[in-house]
């Protein structure tokens, strides 16, 4: 459990919070590529931990991400033309470029300098892996681009979605950090089918947690008959990222890897960014969209969600799978927003299996503080040799009388 104090510390994310102020050192996963299609055309609104921005394409290709306030007398940017590398408000003719810049005031005197006092909020942009990545924080302080590995694949081997998650980013973290509802809640079959269920669906599993310099990494371990283990690794890196190790069990999963971000929109709304990628073949985008049962409006909210239950069907959980809920996105969405926008920790009973939530909360919540009350940096933002690219999930057998950590040794420069 969390107290209410430690709770609202995790999942509070607006401007002057610790939480807050810890995401913004980190760059972040802002808008879809696709949602900014081409040069000048339309600016796209956008709300991230609790900041309503706007982002455009300008003449050049640059991605602009502004205040959605005018400087001026705050009309919406979100109006504006998008014109000759700039993004000119309706209401007065201000234009402002990328950079925040105010570029002309048309309506001020000729000799006015207020275009050198004037700028627009404005935040610097990153374009990778089929995403526009923003960094929040002080300009000086600005952190080394973290180049991971799923952000440089071959075209077509790897796709990012995007989805809006109806609750806090701390729970829906928490769910892909949790290693043991894959047995339950993405049971293929009926609870009491003894029909044959992948090792990822046996539910106990001994976990095994190694804090990091950029988060931590965790094992999964079931015995085997043999005597060997067979172990998944998942890797967790700060602040909201989850490295999920690929599924030798089936062949369609078995080079595919997965990485989520959960980036707080708000307090109480987050948006699931997924990359799926695969160094051997190319991803099968429809298949991933129909195995994860997402049906999006162009908004990226789902179109079954709590209000219809999810599209849950008491007949299918009789005949077929547990949940009675279509595709795994789904599943792991139903579950996590009915904890509640903000879900109550206080009530909550931790098991053994919750290794892993605690390690993630404690870390975060440590990293928060220390920011807070010292100035101090986490590791994975102090150190800019960070390899980034060499975070992965992985799944293997190890040899009887082996341990995890041999087999899967940590590059030193990780260690905590
Ligand atoms: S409010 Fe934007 S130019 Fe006046
Ligand atoms: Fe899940």
């Given at each position: 459990?969390?107290t209410?104090e430690d709770?609202d510390?995790?999942?509070r994310?607006?401007p002057?919070?610790?939480?807050?102020?810890l995401?913004?050192?980190f760059?972040?996963?802002?808008?879809?590529?696709?949602e900014?299609?081409?040069?000048d055309?339309k600016?796209?609104?956008?709300?991230?931990?609790?900041?309503?921005?706007?982002a455009?394409?300008d003449?050049e290709?640059?991605?602009?991400l502004?205040?959605a306030r005018?400087?001026h007398?705050?009309?919406?940017m979100a109006?504006?033309?998008?014109e000759k590398?700039?993004?000119?408000?309706?209401?007065?003719g201000?234009?402002?470029?990328?950079?925040?810049?105010c570029v002309d005031?048309?309506?001020?005197?000729?000799n006015?300098?207020i275009k050198?006092?004037?700028?627009a909020?404005?935040?610097?942009?990153v374009?990778?892996?089929?995403?526009?990545w923003?960094?929040?924080?002080?300009?000086?302080q600005?952190p080394?681009?973290?180049?991971y590995?799923?952000?440089?694949m071959?075209p077509?081997?790897?796709a990012?979605?995007?989805?809006?998650?109806?609750?806090?980013y701390a729970?829906?973290?928490?769910?892909?950090?949790?290693?043991?509802?894959?047995?339950?809640?993405?049971?293929?079959?009926?609870?009491?089918?003894?029909?044959?269920v992948?090792?990822?669906?046996v539910?106990?599993?001994?976990?095994?947690v190694?804090p990091?310099q950029?988060?931590?990494?965790?094992a999964?371990?079931?015995?085997?008959p043999?005597?060997?283990?067979?172990?998944r690794?998942t890797?967790?890196?700060?602040?909201f990222?989850t490295?999920?190790?690929?599924d030798?069990?089936?062949?369609?999963?078995?080079?595919?890897r997965l990485?989520n971000?959960?980036?707080p929109r708000?307090?109480?709304?987050t948006?699931h960014?997924q990359?799926?990628?695969?160094?051997?073949?190319p991803i099968?985008?429809a298949?991933?969209?129909?195995?994860g049962?997402?049906q999006?409006n162009?908004?990226?909210?789902?179109?079954?969600?709590?209000?219809?239950?999810?599209g849950?069907d008491?007949?299918?959980?009789?005949t077929?799978n547990?949940?009675?809920i279509?595709?795994?996105?789904?599943?792991?969405h139903a579950?996590?927003?009915s904890?509640g926008?903000?879900t109550?920790?206080?009530?909550?009973?931790?098991g053994?299996s919750d290794?892993?939530?605690?390690?993630?909360?404690?870390?975060?919540?440590k990293?928060a503080?220390?920011?807070?009350?010292t100035?101090?940096l986490?590791?994975?933002l102090?150190?800019?040799?960070?390899?980034?690219?060499?975070?992965?999930?992985?799944?293997?057998?190890v040899?009887?009388?082996?341990g995890?950590?041999?087999?899967?040794?940590?590059?030193?420069?990780?260690?905590?």
């Open positions: 459990m969390l209410k709770n510390l995790l999942c994310v607006g002057g919070t610790p939480m807050g102020e995401m913004r050192r760059w972040m996963p802002a808008v879809m590529s696709e900014l299609p081409e040069p055309g600016p796209v609104k956008v709300r991230l931990l609790g900041e309503d921005l706007v455009f394409r003449t290709g640059r991605v602009g502004l205040d005018c400087p007398r705050r009309a919406s109006l504006a033309a998008n590398c700039g993004l000119r408000c309706l209401y007065h201000w234009k402002f470029d990328v950079h925040g810049k005031t048309p309506g001020e005197p000729p006015s300098r050198e006092v004037v700028r909020k404005a935040y610097p942009t374009e990778k892996g089929g995403m526009i923003a960094y929040m924080g002080p300009p000086e600005r080394v681009f973290p180049d590995e799923f952000l440089n071959a077509g081997h790897s990012v979605f995007k989805i809006q998650e109806e609750c806090n729970q829906a973290v928490e769910g892909t950090i949790d290693t043991v509802h894959a047995g339950a809640l993405h049971r293929s079959v009926r609870w009491d089918d003894p029909g044959t992948p090792h990822e669906q539910l106990y599993a001994q976990l095994e190694e990091t950029y988060g931590f990494r965790y999964g371990l079931r015995a085997l043999d005597g060997r283990t067979h172990t690794i890797q967790v890196t700060l602040p990222f490295f999920i190790p690929p030798g069990t089936q062949t369609d999963r078995k080079h595919r990485v971000a959960f980036v708000d307090d109480t709304t948006w960014t990359w799926f990628f695969d160094q051997a073949r099968d985008v298949f991933r969209l129909k195995e049962g997402l999006l162009p908004d990226y909210t789902k179109k079954i969600g709590l209000k219809e239950e999810y849950q008491r007949e299918r959980m009789k077929k547990f949940s009675g279509v595709g795994v996105v789904m599943e792991d579950v996590v927003e904890q926008v903000i109550d920790r206080e009530n909550e009973h931790l053994q290794v892993a939530i605690v390690t993630w909360r404690r870390i975060l919540m990293a503080r220390t920011l807070a009350e100035g101090k986490p590791p994975a102090a150190n800019p040799a960070i390899p980034w690219g060499d975070v992965k999930g992985v799944e293997c057998v040899d009887k009388g082996k995890w950590r041999e087999e899967v040794p940590l590059a030193p420069e990780f260690a905590l």
